[in-house]
């Protein structure tokens, strides 16, 4: 992994303050993540940059010898920021707006910008959501400069990359009776009752493969239809990643339905061709795009090409 400026800037204020955990009050990132990317620092150097001193850190003979080094860099890069960068920003974007479908915007998007955030405490991100004609409509005009959809957006000005697949569960309150079941057989579909959410991709793909089930209830939001079956009124549909918080917390059960495992819906990351994207938005693609590699279960920060 290439050594980065903001490996570098975590580094100096190390070194400055001689405390971990003042350090990263001062730049406004978590302890955790200032111990990271000091690793990954000593990873890239292969060597020992500093060793534990009582409360605080010490520098070894290479960890002052790289400070030095990266002293006239870091200075260099404070010059171009007082040169270029305006106090107000202009010319540099602060805020950064995401897009998103309801599901994805539910956990996938909501992890990957709270490590987002953490690194970049400045940037102050606004999430619209939609469903994805409406998101489309939102890249293309501008009103969005990056965003997640569950549908492939057909359209010559619109990128689209995948990013993961998502798999749909059936999940009923544990204090439902159903919650004794294990299975739902597709004969008793039309008998159990069913809170749904009022179109989106899950409805759409059930009227696909032909199933009938016995609606009771129909939400206009996933939140609604999570509380709705909380409630106990019936067995939801969700995203997996949707559902996991219940599932972890222990207020809600999968029930398996066998042909639920053959939908697959695949989530992608959109943004407008001509236009490309920002610094921001580039920085929360490379982000994104981390979950493509094998064995990641949460975004991680891997690499970003600015400090």
Partial sequence: MPMTLHQLSIFESVARHLNITTASRSIRISQPSVTKQLRLLE??????????????????????????????????????????????????????????????????????????VELYPTIHPTIRTGYPDAIKEMVLSGE?????????????????????????????????????KKTLKEVELMQVPFVMMTGGRIAEEIAKMGLKLNVVIRCESVDLEKETVQAGLGVGLFYRGSAEAGLREGYFKIIEIRRLKEIKINCFVIYRKE??????????????????????????????RRP
Avoid at 53 to 59: E, N, P, W
Avoid at 283 to 298: A, F, I, N, V
């Fill in 275 to 304: 236009k490309g994207l920002s610094s921001n938005g580039r920085d929360l693609l490379t982000l994104l795009q981390q979950w493509r590699k094998p064995g990641r279960s949460e975004p991680n920060i891997v690499r970003f």
């Fill in 43 to 116: 990873q890239e150097c292969d060597v020992k940059l500093y060793v534990k001193s009582g409360r605080g850190v010490k520098l070894t003979l290479k960890g002052r010898a790289l400070r030095v080094a990266a002293k006239p860099i870091l200075d260099q890069m404070e010059e171009l920021r007082g040169r270029f960068v305006s106090k107000g920003g202009k010319g540099v974007t602060k805020d950064l707006v995401v897009g998103s479908t309801p599901s994805p915007a539910a956990y996938f998007l909501s992890a990957a910008l709270r490590s987002f």
């Fill in 144 to 180: 969005v400069e990056i965003a997640l959809t569950t549908t492939f957006p057909d359209h010559p000005q619109v990128i689209a990359e995948p990013i993961y697949t998502e798999e749909i569960v059936a999940v009923v309150s544990t204090k439902h009776p159903l919650a004794r």
